[in-house]
């Protein structure tokens, strides 16, 4: 097969149509799928198409078998991927100061990185349904490099903003790996493998909040970038020679892909659903992390900068405990265990509102909440990847767009939160948040068994 998505060879066999989507001619038309054209690779078998002239033609590329190093690996570059929104964060300080810029103007760092994401989750992630992955995901960490690269020569504030929102645009590559990660794995261990993999993004938020300010403080913040290049350039090389072969699985016009996403969001309830706890879940997660800030640099603690950073280890805890939820969902209990997250969501926030009096109670909160959150986010992924396997990245591409809506809700109401109650404030809007979530579900699996 070739990238662009076309017919197998002739002769090649033709796996059988999958019931549900045989079952659905209407909304195979919605999502670039004519009836009739669309097969699902089994696993080790490869696809072909009725119909080799047609441009809406489905191909799912033979199922490839992952190895334990190569989930690391994907695991290690996404986690990298993702950590490069979040260098500037610890560093806006020292980049106003050196620039000589107000705090105002040093905010807007933050933003423009977070604005370049945003549009390459919308613009790029759903070519991953229709570009050959091998090659797509080290071409975006090239231009990653090269933007890092331009971020630590940046004269001044112009070329830093710029430069900011190309490591935006460019660091995708991380939710291009994770829906790729799905699509190689089998039935019976998905859930496992997108599990480590989202693990790993999650795992790169919290190290790049950490590393950043240390490096800085040795340093100085241009470093970062520069080390963050040379990461993503080696990250590339590695990825090149060892990626799977991975022909695009469908072949639409560019604008006919976008509108998909949106026929996804409207047809698929499992997806809907999905992107409501990951918008509830990414605004508590924001939520905590940016008020405690906010506590921790106050009276009693008054921890300096660093210190701070150094409570993302105990995150980091939970989201290494929380990669076994993907295990729940290939063993069929992925429903029941997101019930069981948000009551585990709950009780965290409570624990961590006794965290103004004693750090210990703070710590069991974060390693807690932590849990919750990341296997709440792995459960939903896992979920999501098993409603299409032509669209993995669409439907990614919705669900993580949801995410940064949440984020950037949880962004603006942590500090409304604080000056109107302080951390009782925060703690008790964490877990109202989570206790909507939980209703959520209990409505919903409620209404299934009927």
Request: aromatic share 8%.
């Amino acid at each position: 097969m070739d990238d662009s998505g076309t017919s197998a060879a002739a002769g090649e066999p033709a796996t059988a149509p999958d019931p549900a989507a045989a079952a659905d001619p209407v909304a195979l038309q919605g999502l670039g799928v004519a009836p009739g054209e669309a097969t699902v690779a089994t696993s080790g078998a490869p696809a072909a198409v009725a119909n080799p002239t047609t441009t809406n033609t489905t191909v799912v590329a033979p199922a490839t078998r992952l190895s334990p190093l190569l989930v690391l690996v994907f695991a290690v570059a996404s986690g990298a991927a993702v950590g490069n929104l979040y260098y500037a964060q610890p560093l806006l300080d020292m980049i106003a100061g050196d620039l000589r810029i107000g705090q105002g103007p040093a905010g807007l760092l933050v933003t423009a990185t977070q604005v370049g994401y945003a549009l390459g989750i919308m613009f790029i992630v759903p070519l991953g349904d229709v570009r050959n992955r091998r090659r797509m995901v080290p071409l975006m960490m090239g231009l990653s490099a090269l933007s890092l690269a331009a971020c630590a020569a940046a004269p001044g504030f112009v070329v830093l903003l710029c430069s900011l929102v190309a490591v935006g645009l460019t660091t995708v590559a991380g939710q291009i790996l994770i829906p790729f990660a799905g699509d190689l794995a089998d039935d019976s261990s998905r859930g496992k493998v997108v599990g480590i993999v989202v693990s790993g993004a999650l795992t790169g938020i919290l190290v790049a909040r950490i590393v950043s300010g240390f490096i800085a403080g040795v340093a100085g913040w241009r470093v970062v970038f520069l080390c963050a290049a040379v990461l993503m350039l080696g990250l590339s090389v590695v990825l090149d020679p060892v990626n799977p072969n991975a022909p695009a699985k469908t072949a639409q016009p560019y604008r006919a892909l976008l509108r998909s996403v949106l026929v996804l969001v409207r047809r698929e309830p499992t997806l809907r659903l999905a992107m409501c706890y990951g918008v509830i879940c990414m605004a508590t997660f924001t939520i905590f992390w940016t008020a405690l800030t906010f506590l921790l640099s106050g009276p009693p603690f008054r921890y300096s900068t660093a210190a701070i950073g150094l409570f993302s280890l105990a995150g980091l805890v939970g989201s290494i405990a929380a990669q076994g939820a993907g295990r729940l969902h290939d063993r069929g209990w992925s429903k029941r265990a997101t019930g069981v997250f948000w009551l585990c969501a709950i009780a965290a926030w409570a624990i961590c509102g006794f965290g103004r009096y004693s750090l210990v109670w703070l710590l069991i909160g974060i390693v807690v909440l932590d849990v919750a959150t990341q296997g709440q986010r792995i459960l939903n992924q896992a979920q999501i990847f098993a409603i299409s396997a032509e669209a993995r990245s669409r439907v990614n591409t919705a669900y993580v767009t949801g995410n940064f809506v949440g984020g950037a809700i949880g962004s603006i109401t942590a500090s409304a939160l604080w000056v109107a109650g302080g951390w009782t404030a925060v703690s008790a809007a964490g877990a109202a948040l989570s206790a909507v979530a939980f209703g959520v579900w209990l409505v919903t699996t409620l209404l299934s068994r009927r």
